[in-house]
């Protein structure tokens, strides 16, 4: 599979990463095949975080794959904390400190190839990130720090900080939720798609460094569910359909493809459990669309131009 680097860190990771989120609904046989196929098809880039199925997503995954020191050198190895579910949100060092600790048992590894913070504090202190950062760092426990759902001016705030660069950012991007992409089309318009609602961070990310790991590619809204073959989507459908039998591929190919063709070199997350529908996911490393197909597809999804 086509690889880029990580940010500014010397990591070469897949242009797909592979999400865990939703493992535990699989046995282990079920988890162990998924795993293999992504990993034989160069899709070795796998995202977890302490909050997935309450930990027991990245303890599934080590244990369905034997985890050891042959197995691990394989693999990269991405998880999130931060997030106390429906209680708070916690950048305290003694949580980040705790909660690495708890991820690296689960997943049966002594490091992290990168840890990212979940959702953002706002009694976030950078000074105390930072030294939890310092000494993960120092005691080999994570190579590589990023954030998950951060504006370019948390990032800033962050960054001021720590010696480390943040090199990724996971943000909610798809054809449906392409906000970050379309108030960069309309400056200064007086309509809602020119509504900043993110701090530019589509252009920061790329004049940083920084690369962005779309989360939720084929959802739209918050979860509300898939666009692929939804109702709710007849135009978007009959133009990704087309595109896709041009191609030979499916939906989902043409789907991934539309994110992977934005220059900004992200890394979509996948989320499907579904080895079939990983390996399209992985199809689309294969296809370039023409500027003319994206935008197609961008202004059948509703998305206007001024």
Same mark, same amino acid.
């Given at each position: 599979m086509r690889t880029i680097q990580l940010g500014k860190s010397d990591l070469q990771v897949p242009v797909i990463a592979v999400g865990c989120m939703r493992i535990n609904g699989?046995?282990?046989?079920?988890?162990?095949? +998924?795993?293999?196929? /992504?990993?034989?098809? %160069?899709?070795?880039?796998?995202?977890? /975080? =302490?909050?997935y199925g309450g930990g027991t997503c990245e303890e599934i995954f080590s244990n369905a794959i034997q985890m050891n020191a042959s197995v691990r050198e394989k693999m990269i190895l991405q998880?999130?904390? %931060? #997030?106390?579910?429906?209680?708070? +949100? =916690? +950048?305290?060092?003694?949580?980040?400190?705790e909660?690495?600790?708890?991820?690296?048992?689960?997943?049966?590894?002594?490091?992290? =190839?990168?840890?990212?913070?979940?959702r953002p504090d706002a009694l976030m202190e950078p000074e105390e990130i930072a030294e939890a950062f310092d000494l993960l760092e120092k005691e080999g426990k994570v190579r590589n720090f990023g954030v998950? @759902?951060?504006?370019?001016?948390? #990032? !800033?705030? *962050? !960054?001021?900080?720590?010696?480390?660069?943040? #090199? &990724?950012?996971?943000?909610?991007?798809?054809?449906?939720? &392409?906000?970050?992409?379309s108030q960069g089309l309309h400056v200064n318009m007086l309509d809602d798609a020119a509504t900043n609602r993110d701090g530019s961070v589509?252009?920061?990310?790329? *004049? @940083?460094s920084i690369t962005i790991q779309p989360w939720s590619p084929f959802q739209y809204g918050f979860f509300e %569910?898939? +666009? *692929?073959g939804n109702e709710k989507f007849p135009e978007l459908n009959a133009k990704i359909d087309e595109i896709a039998n041009k191609y030979g591929v499916s939906n989902t190919?043409? /789907?991934? &493809?539309? #994110?992977?063709?934005?220059? &900004? @070199?992200?890394?979509?997350?996948? %989320?499907?459990?579904?080895?079939?529908?990983l390996l399209d996911c992985i199809k689309a490393t294969e296809i370039k669309l023409t500027r003319e197909e994206w935008y197609q597809i961008y202004l059948s999804a509703g998305n206007i131009l001024p």
């Open positions: 699989l046995d282990q046989h079920e988890v162990e095949k +998924f795993i293999h196929t /992504a990993m034989e098809n %160069g899709a070795n880039f796998f995202d977890h /975080a =302490d909050i998880s999130k904390c %931060g #997030i106390v579910p429906g209680r708070m +949100f =916690d +950048f305290s060092k003694e949580h980040i400190l909660s690495v600790d708890a991820i690296l048992k689960r997943l049966k590894t002594e490091y992290l =190839d990168v840890l990212l913070l979940h998950s @759902n951060q504006n370019p001016m948390q #990032i !800033q705030l *962050l !960054q001021k900080t720590l010696k480390q660069p943040i #090199i &990724a950012n996971q943000l909610q991007l798809s054809i449906t939720n &392409a906000n970050m992409i589509l252009d920061f990310c790329r *004049l @940083n %569910g898939v +666009f *692929l190919t043409i /789907a991934m &493809a539309w #994110i992977l063709r934005h220059p &900004a @070199n992200m890394q979509p997350v996948t %989320g499907t459990m579904n080895t079939e529908r």
